[in-house]
Structures are given as structure tokens and as C-alpha cells.
Nanobody, 123 residues
């Protein structure tokens, strides 16, 4: 069964860090573009970053310098999203997604989605 599963969400204080994990099963991520998206309370879903299959990454301005992605383990099935200097406005459900391609695109291009993991930034 082809699926993505996110984990690692939780409650963190402002200024803290979290690392989210996206694990693929049923396929490997070698030739896939990986996107992280989030949807905050009362907000529309927004793109956080896109990682192309060549390893290059594009970041939303709101997370640039604070979030980074690491996308390769030995089996090319795990992607990590390291989130530092978290702010209350980062509170959202975070989703990873993938599609077969070497470019970044809007959410409509992604074929596989995880179920999401909640990140709450609050004191």
C-alpha cells in the first residue's frame, strides 16, 4: 500500500524546535518532489516548502531561515522537516505530500498525502 505518514508533532513553546518525520511506504522517494504544507486554524492550506528530486529546495518566506528539510536516508523513504525558532503563527496541521517529478508545483500536483500531524506553538 502506497502511503505517507507524518509524525513528530506536538506542543512546543515559542522559540522552540520540533522535527517532523514523513515516512513513505510502498514506494521510495528518489524521483519524487516532496512538499510540506500546513493549515492553521481558520486558514487555508499553504505551502511551506518544496524539495525537488535533485535535492534543491524552495521555502516560503514565512519559514525561510527557520525550517530545513532533510530528505534522504539509506532507503530514500524518510523525509525530515526541522523547525527552529517556532512562532505561535506556525501553529497548524502539517502535511507532507509527494508527486513524481523534479520541479515544484502547487498542491494540486501532489498525488500522495499524509494524514497530517498537529504542531502547536504556545506558552
Amino acid at each position: 500500500q502506497v502511503q505517507l505518514v507524518e509524525s513528530g508533532g506536538g506542543l512546543v513553546q515559542p522559540g522552540g524546535s520540533l522535527r517532523l518525520t514523513c515516512t513513505a511506504s510502498g514506494f521510495t522517494l528518489d524521483y519524487y518532489a516532496i512538499g510540506w504544507f500546513r493549515q492553521g486554524p481558520g486558514k487555508e492550506r499553504e505551502g511551506v516548502l518544496c524539495s525537488r528530486s535533485d535535492g534543491s529546495t524552495s521555502y516560503a518566506d514565512s519559514v525561510k531561515g527557520r525550517f530545513t528539510i532533510s530528505r534522504y536516508n539509506a532507503k530514500n523513504t524518510v523525509v525530515y522537516l526541522q523547525m527552529n525558532s517556532l512562532k505561535p503563527e506556525d501553529t497548524a496541521v502539517y502535511y507532507c505530500a509527494a508527486f513524481l517529478g523534479d520541479y515544484c508545483s502547487g498542491s494540486e500536483s501532489y498525488d500522495y498525502w499524509g494524514q497530517g500531524t498537529q504542531v502547536t506553538v504556545s506558552s
